[in-house]
T-cell receptor, first 112, second 113 residues
């Protein structure tokens, strides 16, 4: 079974608005990553945050990690229609490099 | 562009048949992993290969097997196909070292009838 739970399952916003997606996981981790998937195609890596980090930025992306609550959030600011995709969090369990455990994903629709 | 290519892009098989899916990674990516993604779900880890040996496996039966070759290509083989094997199969590679970032191919969509 998958470790991650993502919330919400689906999100619809207008262009220019911010989008926030949340992820919870069950076990201790080495790091947490966020990936994007367009229309059932391959996944593209967005950002990685290590277990000893609390916040990370990359362009319009901001990721937070709270290991005490076993949760993470992804914020996309000033969204664009091209951001429409599914977003997945993925964790690397402690002591288990290489294997990623994915959440079920959040489907984001950005309306022009 | 991730530099990881998979073939074929689509495949239709019948129950009980065998299938081989192929993946070509970037030069220098000596770790490859395979994931199964059912419709509407996140990818699930099948197994990982490092330097041509399996070094990690998810909760998949032995009829799922793999190979990794010295030229950075790999295969996923599934025997005795079942209807529930219908899914998108994703190959991912990564560079040597502790970097956990994966580069994914576009996947093979397998339909089992």
């Amino acid at each position: 079974s998958q470790q991650g739970e993502e919330d919400p399952q689906a999100l619809s916003i207008q262009e220019g608005e911010n989008a926030t997606m949340n992820c919870s996981y069950k076990t201790s981790i080495n790091n947490l990553q966020w990936y994007r998937q367009n229309s059932g195609r391959g996944l593209v890596h967005l950002i990685l945050i290590r277990s000893n980090e609390r916040e990370k930025h990359s362009g319009r992306l901001r990721v937070t990690l709270d290991t005490s609550k076993k949760s993470s959030s992804l914020l996309i600011t000033a969204s664009r229609a091209a951001d429409t995709a599914s977003y997945f969090c993925a964790t690397t369990p402690s002591g288990n490099t290489g294997k990623l455990i994915f959440g079920q994903g959040t489907t984001l629709q950005v309306k022009p | 562009e991730t530099g990881v290519t998979q073939s074929p892009t689509h495949l239709i098989k019948t129950r009980g048949q065998q299938v081989t899916l192929r993946c070509s990674s970037q030069s220098g990516h000596n770790t490859v992993s395979w994931y199964q993604q059912a419709l509407g779900q996140g990818p699930q880890f099948i197994f990982q290969y490092y330097r041509e040996e399996e070094n990690g496996r998810g909760n998949f039966p032995p009829r799922f097997s793999g190979l990794q070759f010295p030229n950075y290509s790999s295969e996923l083989n599934v025997n005795a196909l079942e209807l529930d094997d219908s899914a998108l199969y994703l190959c991912a590679s990564k560079t040597p070292g502790p970097n956990e970032k994966l580069f994914f191919g576009s996947g093979t969509q397998l339909s089992v009838l």
